[in-house]
């Protein structure tokens, strides 16, 4: 039984493939494997451990319809043309849960960064201009008793909401497909129309799988209808929001500031004006990296492989038909 990995991981969960008679193999080289390479090595391979973005569209499943399992080292599988796994037989794995912490710290903490103009007033420490502060100089704006708007009410947005209203009282309304019922009794969150979440959101952090229905779902259109005054977050993919309407919204005042853990495309182009921008805080998709979160989900996406190399129903699968 081999496993090909695309990326370094945790070494606990090498251990715990190996321990159960998996041969694992990580590629070495720092850079993405290009399709025809991932598609050469995993002909190898009974197994594919995926850390990173590498997409598994039909093309690559139609040549590598072999594969037993294929774990995906992310809660997020928007990488992969889940119905063709399925119609292959091809159970596919994901690690939900373990990284809501780490992902609604990340949110949390764009949305502190952005309110105080941190990371743009620490750029002007390093640039030598900390210089004369008068009192209305560097001002910020306060997330005490504001609205947080949620889209993409589950676990990482319920954590986001439970930290917010602790720290700082805010009021949580959202939007989803679905009621949260628990976080409607948990936080008294309330359930708004995505307009309404637009119009009354000071905060609105994104928490959405991207998907056709979210793709670009923050446009200008989106940010127009936001208070001038509003913060968006997004910690959850570059794709739900359009850049270049991110940019031209804040630039003429539409709305106040934008923090992101996530960009499109990815990596953030180093001359991209989101960079320069008082208001605005971006971090290079860090949102589960702590030792805690990446163990913890090598490990389920270990799991998830010994399991499908066992012919046994994954831990999480994300496509729980290919059983039936
Ligand atoms: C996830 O798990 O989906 C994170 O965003 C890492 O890609």
Same mark, same amino acid.
């Given at each position: 039984m081999k496993v090909f990995v695309t990326r370094n991981i945790a070494p606990e969960a090498v251990q715990l493939m190996e321990e159960a008679g998996v041969a694992v193999t990580q590629w070495q080289e720092r850079r993405e494997l290009e399709p025809e390479e991932l598609?050469?090595?995993?002909?190898? %391979? /009974? $197994?594919?451990? @995926?850390?990173?973005?590498?997409?598994?569209? #039909?093309?690559?499943?139609?040549?590598? +319809?072999?594969?037993?399992?294929?774990?995906?080292?992310?809660?997020?599988?928007?990488?992969?043309?889940?119905?063709?796994?399925?119609?292959?037989?091809?159970?596919?794995?994901?690690?939900?849960?373990?990284?809501?912490?780490?992902?609604?710290?990340?949110?949390?903490?764009?949305?502190?960064?952005?309110?105080?103009?941190?990371?743009?007033m620490h750029r002007r420490i390093i640039n030598g201009e900390w210089g004369f502060n008068a009192p209305m100089d560097n001002l910020g704006i306060s997330l005490q008793g504001k609205t947080l708007g949620i889209f993409g009410l589950g676990k990482i947005g319920m954590e986001l909401a439970r930290k917010s209203i602790a720290v700082y009282d805010m009021k949580?309304?959202?939007?989803?497909?679905?009621?949260?019922?628990?976080?409607?009794?948990? %936080? /008294? $969150?309330?359930? @708004?129309?995505?307009?309404?979440?637009?119009? #009354?959101?000071?905060?609105?952090?994104? +928490?959405a799988a991207l998907t056709p229905e979210t793709k670009e779902r923050f446009n200008m259109d989106a940010f127009r209808q936001m208070k001038s005054t509003a913060i968006f977050i997004n910690a959850a993919r570059g794709g739900i929001h359009n850049e270049q309407h991110l940019i031209s919204a804040l630039n003429s005042g539409i709305i106040w500031g934008a923090g992101l853990d996530v960009t499109n495309p990815e990596p953030?182009?180093?001359?991209?004006?989101?960079?320069?921008?008082?208001?605005?805080?971006?971090?290079?998709?860090?949102?589960?990296?702590?030792?805690?979160?990446?163990?913890?989900?090598?490990?389920?996406?270990?799991?998830?492989?010994?399991?499908?190399?066992?012919?046994?129903?994954?831990?999480?699968?994300?496509n729980p038909e290919v059983y039936s």
């Open positions: 598609i050469g090595h995993c002909m190898h %391979y /009974d $197994a594919l451990l @995926v850390a990173g973005k590498s997409k598994i569209d #039909r093309q690559f499943l139609q040549v590598c +319809h072999h594969l037993k399992v294929i774990a995906l080292h992310s809660v997020g599988y928007d990488n992969v043309d889940v119905d063709a796994a399925s119609e292959y037989g091809i159970p596919i794995g994901n690690t939900p849960g373990v990284l809501s912490a780490a992902t609604a710290e990340t949110a949390f903490l764009l949305m502190m960064a952005v309110s105080r103009k941190a990371f743009y949580v309304i959202y939007h989803n497909r679905h009621h949260n019922e628990e976080a409607e009794a948990k %936080y /008294d $969150a309330e359930y @708004v129309s995505f307009e309404e979440l637009l119009q #009354r959101s000071d905060v609105l952090s994104v +928490h953030m182009l180093p001359d991209n004006p989101l960079l320069t921008m008082p208001t605005v805080a971006v971090l290079p998709h860090i949102g589960s990296a702590t030792v805690e979160t990446r163990t913890a989900m090598a490990l389920i996406a270990a799991r998830n492989v010994v399991a499908g190399l066992h012919s046994e129903p994954l831990p999480h699968a994300v």
